[in-house]
Structure formats: structure tokens, C-alpha cells
């Protein structure tokens, strides 16, 4: 699977918008972009993904860069308990599991 | 979806012990992963458990210290055996539902302390 870069930390105001970069260079032209999280004490859990189009769900939307070469996970209104783990991931849809990186901590300011 | 359950939660364990972390999802499910994550860290897979095969290892992850049955389509057992303070981890069961290829589901994790 090819390696994905992020940012080991952010921050964000409550009630404002989160966009959380990813950059995967090496990616292939079947690895999809998968974004998980993991709140504090919990196991890791679904966000979002994507191959070429951006997506929209009801917790997040992924932006993906027309090369696909880089993409943004977008929390359009951040609450406190957003606060978590965001890992970027990419796989190709055979792939069995989830390489997991360190990810970007993500803390909410009240 | 799919619910997992862990037992136990947490656990203080002896040095030189061993200890088997149960897993049970409430869905019959074909794979399911065992992860490790320790302490800061991110999650590390340690094997990989079909049900009706031999459970498949990561490198640096063998059968000897990670024992794994699959004694169905819902439930599984991960044994950490001979332990010492480096085992001291969270570990997480995982499954992939039918059909989803893109959801895995995690369990809320073991935290295992060794003294």
C-alpha cells in the first residue's frame, strides 16, 4: 500500500470548519483514500472514502486533488467531541486490512 | 454494521503469564484482525483470522507469542503468552462485514498491563 503523509497535529476553534490534509504522491490508480478515526479510549471508526470524486456523508466530505495526488478531509462545523485521532488511508479495494500511520491529532478549542 | 465485543477490558497481568483476550461480533463475519497498539502509538496488525484456516502473522508477530482460534464465523481469541512489559498494549479485534470492503469495524479494545 502506498504511504500517506499528514500533519501530526492540529488545532481548531469549536463551531468552525476543519480541514485536515493528506498526501499520498505515490499513489495508484486503484488505491482508494479511506479516512478513519479514533476518539479517545475507543477503537478506530469509519469516516469517509473516496477514489476520484469528492464524497459527502453525514459526518465529513473529502476533497480530492485532481492528480490524486494529495486530499483534504473537511469537518464543516468542529465539535468538541471531534476531537481525535484522523488517519489518512489508502487501499486498493483488494486490499484485506488497514495499514494505520500515526495520523493527525486533531484537538477542538471551546 | 457490525457490534464487537471485547472481554476483558482491561487486565493487570504477572511477567512470564499469559493472558486470552476474547472477541465476539454479533454478525457472521469471514475476517476478522487482530491490531496492537501500544502506548502513544498507532495500530499495528498482528495477524490476520479466517475462519476454517490457520490465522496468518504479520512479521515480527508469530504464533508461538500471539496464539489465535477461529472456532467460528463470530468469534475469536487472541492468547498473549509469556509476558512481559513490552506486551503492556491495547489490542483491538477487527472485521470487515460482507460486501462493505471499505468499513472495517473495531472492537473497543483490551488494555493489558504487564508488571
Known amino acids: 500500500d502506498a504511504k500517506t503523509t499528514q500533519p501530526n497535529s492540529m488545532e481548531s476553534n469549536e463551531e468552525e470548519p476543519v480541514h485536515l490534509p493528506c498526501n499520498h504522491s505515490?499513489?495508484?490508480?486503484?488505491?482508494?483514500i479511506h479516512w478513519y478515526r479514533q476518539l479517545p479510549s475507543q477503537g478506530p471508526e469509519y469516516v469517509i472514502h473516496?477514489?476520484?470524486s469528492n464524497v459527502n456523508n453525514r459526518m465529513a466530505s473529502l476533497a480530492i486533488a485532481e492528480d490524486r495526488k494529495s486530499s483534504t478531509l473537511i469537518l464543516h462545523r468542529a465539535t468538541l467531541r471531534d476531537a481525535a485521532v484522523y488517519y489518512c488511508i489508502l487501499r486498493d479495494d483488494y486490499g484485506q486490512n488497514f495499514v494505520f500511520g500515526p495520523g493527525t491529532r486533531l484537538s477542538v478549542l471551546p | 454494521s457490525a457490534v464487537i465485543s471485547q472481554k476483558p477490558s482491561r487486565d493487570i497481568c504477572q511477567r512470564g503469564t499469559s493472558l486470552t483476550i476474547q472477541c465476539q461480533v454479533d454478525?457472521?463475519?469471514?475476517?476478522m484482525f487482530w491490531y496492537r497498539q501500544q502506548p502513544g502509538q498507532s495500530l499495528t496488525l498482528i495477524a490476520t483470522?479466517?475462519?476454517?484456516?490457520?490465522?496468518?502473522?504479520e512479521s515480527g508477530f508469530v504464533i508461538d507469542k500471539f496464539p489465535i482460534s477461529r472456532p467460528n464465523l463470530t468469534f475469536s481469541t487472541l492468547t498473549v503468552s509469556n509476558m512481559s512489559p513490552e506486551d503492556s498494549s491495547i489490542y483491538l479485534c477487527?472485521?470487515?462485514?460482507?460486501?462493505?470492503?471499505?468499513?472495517?469495524?473495531f472492537g473497543p479494545g483490551t488494555r493489558l498491563t504487564v508488571t
Open positions: 473516496g477514489l476520484t
Open positions: 505515490t499513489i495508484s490508480g486503484t488505491d482508494y
Open positions: 483470522a479466517n475462519q476454517g484456516s490457520e490465522a496468518t502473522y
Open positions: 454478525s457472521q463475519v469471514t475476517m
Open positions: 477487527s472485521v470487515t462485514p460482507g460486501g462493505r470492503f471499505y468499513e472495517q469495524y
